[in-house]
């Protein structure tokens, strides 16, 4: 398996597991931010191209902006 194989697993077993009710919301965003930081790790080790890179760019521009922003209005 791919590591991009392992996150969606992972991801799907999180999803099903809170559709389930055996996971709080809170538990839930952690679950996805665990998974996302596990991601991101990949992310960084990935080779790849330039173009592949600009196109990604503005989805995480957007992404980071936005959660640094919910980030700082909680305090943290």
């Known amino acids: 398996m791919t590591n991009a194989d392992d996150r969606l697993n992972e991801l799907q077993a ?3 597991r809170r559709k389930n009710g055996e996971l709080d919301t809170v538990a839930y965003y952690k679950g996805l931010i665990g998974i996302l930081a596990t991601t991101v790790q990949h ?3 990935e080779d790849i191209a330039e173009a592949e890179a600009r196109k990604q760019i503005p989805l995480i521009l957007v992404f980071l902006e936005e ?3 919910k980030l ?3 305090g943290g």
């Open 67 to 69: 959660q640094i922003g």
């Open 14 to 16: 999180l999803k099903a």
């Open 43 to 45: 992310l960084q080790d």
């Open 72 to 74: 700082a209005d909680r």
